[in-house]
């Protein structure tokens, strides 16, 4: 069983471990006794970050008593030292992960980890020989204190091992952009990315050490939702849209990926109606496709 989450490093947690190392020890004790006492106050009265803004007030009070010119210098210090803890930090967001094993009716928790970025859904990630494989999308990072911050997003491939240690990566998948839907079978991985136009990209995870792109598709419209037809075939239930990325109807792709570095959309359905909406896009419990009866059954709207 895999749990996951999301976490994010927080500027402000980082502004205010800098004000709490460079101004604890200057203050009078009266002061350290009243930040003691807001530490010691319980959880459910006062939340963390409450007791962080009622601490910083105290910092901040200490700063405005001092004479312009030192105050203005001491600023100038944190706002530096600020900085350069942020320059040491390559990701802001992560997907955190869990590995539970499940045995007699025992619960063991197995080992922790956490990747860049963060995930869709479900499908975004996959269990196969004792190694996870997934796919997430990182945002970029805007900070008043960094002038030369990533302004663009990018999406990455990873693989994990028992001790969710990454074996290997894909990195900058279509930058400025970001995962709508995944699909992972046996050793390969089916993905689409979205901002104007709708790369659908075929990964190859045979080798845990070196996931690698094998080919790649640009098409307008989206796929939300990527279902298996066949081995050489997958279904993309999604948006069309124009070449400047606006939406204009319900669209049902079928992918042939058997030449994986040359897949093709070889048919497609568009509805008539621009705004047609289905549950299907985000509830794949809504999709119904049989291959032997040559049925899919969505609900739209």
Known sequence: LYVVGEHRISEQDIRFEVVEDMIEDKLSQDEKDLIDDIKRVDNKILSPAEKQRKIMNVYEGYMNSLPVEKRENLTDEIEAEIKEELRKIEYFQFTSLNRIS?????????????????????????????????????????????????????????????????????????????????????????????????????????????????????????????????ENHIIGLGKEATETGRTKGLKISLFDVEDVENPEEVSKFVTDERYANSEALYEHKAFLFSKEKDLLVIPAH
């Open 102 to 230: 499940y045995d007699g009716g025992e619960l063991d928790m197995r080992s922790t980890g956490k990747v860049p970025g963060s995930i869709v859904n479900q499908f975004s990630l996959d269990e196969k020989d004792d190694y996870l494989r997934l796919a997430t999308t990182i945002q970029p990072h805007w900070s008043r204190y960094l002038d030369n911050d990533r302004e663009e997003s990018e999406n990455a491939v990873w693989v994990l091992d028992e001790n969710l240690e990454t074996t290997g990566s894909v990195k900058g998948i279509a930058p400025d952009e970001s995962i709508y839907s995944t699909r992972f079978i046996d050793d390969r991985l089916y993905m689409v990315t979205f901002k104007q136009v709708d790369p659908f990209f075929v990964v190859d995870l045979s080798n845990p050490e070196n996931p690698e792109i094998l080919g790649e598709l640009k098409i307008t419209g989206f796929s939300r939702y990527l279902h298996p037809y066949d």
